[in-house]
């Protein structure tokens, strides 16, 4: 997106954060998945096209505000919920970075969502084993991954169709 006005920069990646905890927050209020651990993951379609159209640093600004907004909202800073969310969203970003920089931006959308869904729950579960200190949590890494594949594609999917509106907008062009 080129260089922008600090204050313009600011506005537009609070203006993601707050779209991306709000989406956090809705998803907190749906009913559960029956996997424990098990969520869409809608508030990384904002932290994806973050990546897309602002970069990495400004998508790692939204995966960083979302979580810990969302967490005052929900169960709080200090709690496993935050840790699982915040290590997930984490692992996820950089992941789909990572993947994004080294594909120079030449891997889909829907395979960069795949992935950080992936990602993501990989760092819940392994958050949730060391709190519990339980190794058999293990045991629900297939059926997460199940869920992680129709969730991911739906989220990059989703994502294709916010960035391809976005594209028209003068302002988002590269």
């Keep these: 997106m080129g260089k922008r006005l600090p204050t313009v920069r600011l ?5 993601l954060v707050t779209m991306a905890s709000v989406l956090h927050i809705f998803e907190g209020w749906l009913p559960a998945l029956p996997v424990p651990g098990a969520r869409l993951g ?14 990495y640093k400004d ?10 907004l969302g967490s005052l909202f929900g169960p709080g800073l200090i709690s496993i919920g ?12 950089a992941l789909m970075s990572a ?6 931006g030449q891997i889909h959308l829907m ?12 760092a819940q579960l392994a958050v949730a084993g060391l709190y519990l200190e339980e190794i058999a949590l293990v045991s629900l890494l297939p059926l ?19 960035a391809r509106a976005l594209a028209k907008i003068p302002y988002f062009r590269s």
């Design 11 to 15: 506005v537009t990646v609070s203006m």
């Design 42 to 55: 809608l508030a990384n379609i904002i932290t994806l096209t973050a990546i897309v159209f602002f970069g």
């Design 59 to 68: 998508a790692l600004a939204v995966a960083v505000g979302r979580t810990i």
């Design 82 to 93: 935050f840790a699982m969310s915040f290590a997930g969203s984490l692992l996820s970003w």
């Design 99 to 104: 993947v994004h920089r080294l594909g120079k």
């Design 111 to 122: 395979g960069l969502s795949l992935l950080g869904a992936v990602a993501h729950n990989l």
């Design 144 to 162: 997460l991954m199940i869920f992680a594949l129709p969730t991911g594609l739906a989220v990059g999917l989703v994502s294709n169709h916010l």
